[in-house]
């Protein structure tokens, strides 16, 4: 055994003990992404940086052996920073999606082509439960909503977008579903007011009552909607909008409707209800009177968690500015939820959780036939018995297929998202969208697609796949900067990987391999 000292700790550690393993023995957060159990290793990723605080010197703790007297620091703020660098190389060629654009277009971020590969597969109740997860009133927005992510949808710089909102109106009309109510027990008893019955408070209702808030929406008119009630029967049919208000209803939240709320009314609620969200529309000076600070452009709240000058009140849609888009009002319903959630619980209040997200651009001319591997060539299906009918079902079935898929079938396990969100990496900072690697989809019909260029060539299948003797198994072919990682001879990905394909997708650290959850060649 050897005695050496780690963060100023003194340990005891087998001679010629590998220093990342002793250190994650230890319970210490080593990054690493080229590292993995079991296999010969080579250095490749740099995050597993540590230092050696008698030189000062940095080391990959991944290849050096443990030395007696050593002074290991695994965290201090250049290691950080070095990691954080590694992270941002890696990043500058990497090409790919995390989330799809149109989800990050999209108010409410609703995972749109998950929704629409539900849909292709005939799984309608599952794409209701997606769009609900995010939306909650789906078969509103299906029928009124602008489309931010339509504007954006990437299938555009092949033909036209996605028929995105018809697909989710389908789902919301014909879909069943019923919501996953699941109560945070630290939520036990606390109680939500929310001021305003239109489509930011429902919203907000909707998703703290999922989370187990005891909810109550106090609205001055007879009945709930706001602006919704007030379009044309011919686009949004009172009759969807009661159906999907009676939804929220079956919730468990509570509707005090006809009930203006003054000043007293107000002062009231806030000694009755743990917080109070304000949704009501235009109400700057009637806030003030409240004492909820303003300013020359209206209230003033946080524009990330929405909170107000006072304790526990949120304010939030037209409240804040006039809205014209009914998915941004339940957009900011949605994300309050977060902000109302965490400060009820104690925690910082920060709103909705993001994180790290790869983009890139538009599509070069040479990748359409890659994207088109995931897609048909039809072009926007416009619904055969008119708009105010939406799409048929086999109509459905043939725009769902359009879509190219953008976003990341790894996401769920990669590693390098996860570092990337850690380290706050910047994916721009050595260099941009210029020149960058054309994306290549390798697809085959199989049970795994591979991306090479979300690839970061860390050698992790090309090792695993020789450790397991795969009769053609993965390389590196090439040299130098253009080196990549493929199958030898130009054979098939389905001969590479053909006896231990799922153990290699699991072990990638990105989403360069991952399951094909639809194989669809039409
Ligand atoms: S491989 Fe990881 S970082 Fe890259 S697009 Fe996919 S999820 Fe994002
Ligand atoms: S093609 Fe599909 S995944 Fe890509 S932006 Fe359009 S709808 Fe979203
Ligand atoms: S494809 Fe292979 S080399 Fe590339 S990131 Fe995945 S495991 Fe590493």
Same mark, same amino acid.
């Given at each position: 055994m050897i005695r050496l000292k780690v963060n100023h700790k003194e340990v005891e550690l087998a001679e010629g003990a590998n220093l990342m393993q002793a250190l994650l023995g230890m319970g210490y957060d080593i990054p690493h992404l080229c590292y993995y159990e079991g296999l010969e290793h080579h250095?490749?990723?740099? +995050?597993?940086?540590? $230092?050696? =605080?008698?030189? *000062? !010197?940095?080391?990959?703790?991944?290849? /050096?052996?443990?030395?007696?007297?050593?002074?290991?620091?695994?965290?201090?703020?250049?290691?950080?920073?070095?990691?954080?660098?590694?992270?941002?190389?890696?990043?500058?060629?990497?090409?790919?999606?995390?989330?799809?654009?149109?989800?990050?277009?999209?108010?409410?971020?609703?995972?749109?082509?998950?929704?629409?590969?539900?849909?292709?597969?005939?799984?309608?109740?599952?794409?209701?439960?997606?769009?609900m997860t995010d939306i909650a009133l789906p078969g509103v927005l299906g029928r009124?909503?602008?489309?931010?992510?339509?504007?954006?949808?990437?299938?555009?710089?092949?033909?036209?977008?996605v028929s995105i909102c018809l697909l989710k109106r389908y789902a919301?009309?014909?879909?069943?579903?019923?919501?996953?109510?699941?109560?945070?027990?630290? +939520?036990?008893?606390? $109680?939500? =007011?929310?001021? *305003? !019955?239109?489509?930011?408070?429902?919203? /907000?209702?909707?998703?703290?009552?999922?989370?187990?808030?005891?909810?109550?929406?106090?609205?001055?008119?007879?009945?709930?909607?706001?602006?919704?009630?007030?379009?044309?029967?011919?686009?949004?049919?009172k009759a969807v909008l009661d159906r999907e208000i009676a939804f929220i209803k079956s919730t468990g939240v509570r509707f005090e409707l006809g009930k203006a709320i003054d000043k007293a009314a107000f002062l009231h609620l806030r000694e009755r209800f743990d917080a109070v969200v304000v949704a009501a529309g235009p109400m700057e000076e009637q806030m003030r009177d409240w004492g909820i600070e303003t300013y020359q452009q209206g209230i003033l709240a946080n524009?990330?968690?929405?909170?107000?000058n006072l304790p526990g009140v949120f304010a939030i849609g037209s409240v804040l500015k006039p809205m014209k888009m009914a998915i941004k009002s339940l957009g900011h319903g949605k994300e309050a939820s977060y902000s109302a959630i965490q400060y009820l619980k104690g925690e910082k209040v920060k709103g909705e959780p993001g994180i790290f997200n790869s983009r890139f651009?538009?599509?070069?001319?040479?990748?359409?036939?890659?994207?088109?591997?995931?897609?048909?060539?039809?072009?926007?299906?416009?619904?055969?018995?008119?708009?105010?009918?939406?799409?048929?079902?086999?109509?459905?079935?043939?725009?769902?297929?359009?879509?190219?898929?953008?976003?990341?079938?790894?996401?769920?396990?990669?590693?390098?998202?996860?570092?990337?969100?850690?380290?706050?990496a910047d994916q721009k900072r050595f260099g941009g969208e210029d020149n960058r690697r054309a994306v290549k989809k390798v697809i085959e019909n199989g049970p795994v697609l591979f991306e090479p260029a979300k690839c970061i060539k860390c050698g992790i299948c090309v090792r695993l796949t020789a450790q397991h003797q795969e009769a053609f198994g993965m390389t590196f072919i090439g040299r130098g900067f253009d080196i990549e990682v493929g199958v030898p001879f130009n054979e098939l990905l389905q001969k590479g990987l053909d006896e231990i394909a799922g153990e290699v997708v699991r072990a990638c650290p990105t989403g360069a391999l991952a399951f094909n959850a639809k194989s669809i060649k039409k």
């Open positions: 250095t490749s990723c740099m +995050l597993c940086l540590v $230092k050696d =605080a008698r030189t *000062g !010197a940095l080391m990959p703790s991944c290849s /050096v052996k443990a030395q007696p007297d050593m002074e290991v620091i695994t965290d201090d703020e250049e290691i950080f920073e070095m990691r954080q660098a590694a992270l941002d190389l890696l990043l500058s060629d990497h090409v790919g999606d995390c989330e799809a654009p149109c989800t990050k277009a999209c108010p409410a971020h609703m995972n749109i082509p998950l929704m629409i590969r539900k849909l292709q597969e005939g799984k309608t109740d599952e794409a209701l439960a997606v769009v009124i909503c602008s489309a931010p992510c339509e504007k954006i949808c990437r299938r555009k710089d092949i033909d036209e977008p919301a009309d014909f879909g069943q579903y019923a919501p996953p109510f699941d109560p945070d027990p630290a +939520l036990q008893g606390k $109680k939500l =007011a929310v001021i *305003g !019955a239109g489509p930011a408070g429902l919203a /907000v209702a909707y998703h703290a009552r999922l989370r187990g808030l005891d909810c109550t929406i106090f609205e001055k008119a007879p009945l709930a909607g706001g602006q919704l009630r007030a379009i044309d029967e011919a686009i949004l049919p524009r990330s968690t929405y909170e107000t651009g538009r599509i070069l001319p040479e990748e359409v036939q890659e994207f088109l591997k995931e897609s048909t060539d039809h072009h926007r299906a416009e619904p055969i018995y008119g708009l105010a009918k939406g799409l048929e079902p086999e109509e459905v079935t043939e725009e769902a297929a359009r879509c190219i898929h953008c976003d990341c079938r790894g996401i769920e396990s990669c590693k390098l998202r996860i570092y990337a969100d850690a380290y706050r």
